[in-house]
Structures are given as C-alpha cells and as structure tokens.
C-alpha cells in the first residue's frame, strides 16, 4: 500500500511480557517517528530516526522502552517488561525531511496495546 | 518545556456555523504550526502547514492564522457541515501536539 502501515492492529499482553510493534513507511521517506497517544490526550512524541540513526529519543519514558531501524525503513518499537501504564495507541508517522525542515507527517492507523 | 495548549476540550456547532479552534504554545518560537484532523480510531491527517512568515493560510473550508507575538494560532472551520466532525490538533514540528478540540457539528 500506499501509506504507513502498522502491526498489530491489536495487542493484548500480560503484565511483564515483551512486546514488539511495527512500522512500515512510505516507501522513501527518511525521517519515522514514533508516538504514543491516549484516550483523550495528543499525540506524545517517543523517538524520531533519520535514516537508520535514532536522531531524537527523549521522548522514551524509560529505558524499557527501544527502538530500531537497522535499514532505514521499517522500524520496531520494542517493549520490555510491559506494565499496565504502557497501555495506549502506539502511532508511527514518515515525512520526507526531518527537523528543522518537517514537512507533512504521514500517519498510520495505530496499534493499540492493552495490557493486562 | 516546550507546550501546546488547545482551548477546549468540545465545540458543538450549528451546520453552516463558523468553528473556531484556539491553540496557544510556550517556550518555544517555532519556524512553522501543523493542523492535524483525527477521527476516532485513526491515526491523525494533515490539514495544513502555516510559516511564521505567513498571518494566514486557506485550504477549501479552513483558514489558519499564525501570530508570533501572541504565541497563537487559530484555525477556522467556515460553513461547517456534519462531516467536520472531529478532533483537531495543533502541532509543533516534530516533538509536541495539543490535546485537542474535538468539533461535533449539528445538523
């Protein structure tokens, strides 16, 4: 497809388990963000990639929180140790550029994690 | 810290009424505001980009103006119709995005 595309959709999980959520960009696209989004909040910024390098992350909460994007277009968030605060819709956006220059970001549609 | 502020959490409209969305930021003097519409379940869309050159920007429907001295921008739905039903969120490059107007337009 055409436009940023997640997975899972969905993801129930236990408290302490690990989790993995994916991103694929628009094909092209440089720059990937990560965000975490909850009910009734905007989006809360995680990390931003340039490329293959993580450009930005201090927006991780903690250091169970990693990400990657070791060819420079798919990226996973990973979660270690899942706690129930974790709970929220992980959004992945692309642009063409990056800081100081963003242009549009392009969303996908999320993957709400719950955990339990 | 860098913050967003929107000026309320729900608009409720009449159909053909103009909305009008406040957003409101601190500590920061950024090169550029984004509009983003969200709806339920979705990832957020880009509406529109204003420059901080630029007082005011029109796409169709929507005008958004840019004040750099009042650290403000605000973003005008005209002739709202039911479809404009949505979240909208103002955003700073990159890192930071308000809460949120959700706008339920009545038919």
């Known amino acids: 497809g055409a436009g940023v595309s997640q997975t899972p959709s969905n993801k129930v999980t236990e408290k302490g388990k690990y989790v993995e959520l994916r991103c694929d960009p628009i094909?092209?696209?440089?720059?990937l963000y990560w965000y975490r989004q909850s009910l009734g909040q905007g989006p809360e910024f995680l990390i931003y990639?340039?490329?293959?390098?993580?450009?930005?992350d201090s927006g991780l909460p903690n250091d169970r929180f990693f990400a990657v994007r070791p060819e420079g277009s798919v990226s996973t968030l990973k979660i270690q140790r899942t706690e129930r605060g974790d709970s929220a819709v992980y959004l992945c956006?692309?642009?063409?550029?990056?800081?100081?220059?963003?242009?549009?970001?392009?969303f996908g549609e999320g993957s709400r994690l719950t955990v339990l | 810290s860098q913050k967003i502020e929107q000026n309320s959490e729900a608009l409720n409209i009449q159909e053909g009424k103009t909305a009008t969305l406040t957003c409101n930021y601190t500590n920061y003097s950024p090169a550029y505001l984004q509009w983003y519409r969200q709806d339920p379940g979705r990832g957020p869309v880009f509406l529109l980009l204003?420059?901080?050159?630029?007082k005011e920007k029109r796409k169709e429907r929507l005008k958004v103006t840019f004040d750099t001295t009042l650290k403000q921008s605000l973003f005008h739905i005209t002739a709202s119709q039911p479809a404009d039903s949505a979240t909208y969120l103002c955003?700073?490059?990159?890192?930071?995005f308000g809460a949120g107007t959700t706008v339920t337009v009545r038919a």
């Open positions: 990639f340039q490329g293959t390098g993580a450009a930005d």
């Open positions: 955003a700073l490059p990159q890192i930071s």
């Open positions: 956006a692309s642009s063409f550029g990056g800081p100081p220059n963003t242009g549009e970001l392009f």
């Open positions: 094909s092209g696209h440089t720059a």
């Open positions: 204003i420059r901080e050159n630029e």
